[in-house]
């Protein structure tokens, strides 16, 4: 089964900052990946997914995610971090398109003015 | 165009009542899924329905806990009777099989059970 590891439950970076939220999966073929951010008092929100083609994908607000295939890796990166990104970002995983998705345990993103 | 709705949006339980909380997928959704979140446990799945049948339902989950589809626009999930223990928050989501999959969370519903 797939699995997923967030190895930093909290990360503090002050605003303007350049952010790197890391993220590792466990699969053995190609996994479709996805990085969704909670707000305070929400639901998940789709930030980005990769399925197939470039490597480096873009997301909303800025957001970008690379997956690199060698290092079971998919992270998370902003160049610059503004307040309002405060919020717990989860990493997820899945075997493809028709499987259920499986998610890592979250990263508390705190940016401090 | 409506997301997961979920109500209520909190609920407080005494210890060994039994609360329903309710969902309603996005419209033409056909995968649901049942989450509890705590901090401690982040996210953990409860149940996931394909096409309104049990695919999984979270096995450490089964004692106390069900989910059910009464039809493809609706889902609760009963806990009978409730611990303090299950103060969380419970997520709804609903997904289309197919390519391109994006899941869709409706807002939560925050229990407390005192």
């Known amino acids: 089964a797939q699995s997923v590891t967030q190895p930093d439950a909290r990360v503090t970076v002050s605003e303007g900052a350049s952010l790197q939220l890391r993220c590792k999966y466990s699969?053995?073929?190609?996994?479709?990946l996805f990085w969704y951010v909670q707000y305070p008092r929400q639901g998940l929100q789709l930030l980005l997914k990769?399925?197939?083609?470039?490597?480096v994908v873009q997301g909303v607000n800025g957001f970008e995610a690379e997956f690199i295939k060698s290092n079971s890796s998919f992270h998370l990166r902003k160049a610059s971090v503004h307040w309002s990104d405060s919020a717990v970002y989860f990493c997820a995983v899945s075997a493809n398109s028709n499987n259920r998705i499986f998610f890592g345990d979250g990263t508390q993103l705190v940016v401090k003015p | 165009d409506a997301g997961v709705t979920q109500t209520p949006r909190h609920e407080v339980a005494e210890k060994g009542q039994t609360i329903i909380l309710k969902c309603e997928p996005v419209?033409?959704?056909?995968?649901l899924f049942w989450y509890r979140q705590t901090k401690i446990q982040g996210l953990e799945l409860l149940s996931y329905f394909r096409s309104k049948s049990l695919m999984e339902d979270g096995g450490a989950f089964k004692d106390r806990f069900k989910a059910e589809m009464l039809n493809s626009s609706f889902s609760t999930l009963k806990i009978q009777p409730t611990e303090p223990k299950d103060s969380a928050v419970y997520l709804c989501?609903?997904?289309?099989?197919?390519?391109?999959?994006?899941?869709?969370f409706g807002k939560g519903t925050r229990l407390t059970v005192v």
């Open positions: 419209s033409g959704h056909n995968d």
């Open positions: 990769y399925y197939s083609g470039d490597p």
């Open positions: 989501a609903s997904s289309f099989r197919g390519s391109n999959t994006e899941v869709f």
């Open positions: 699969y053995s073929g190609t996994p479709y």
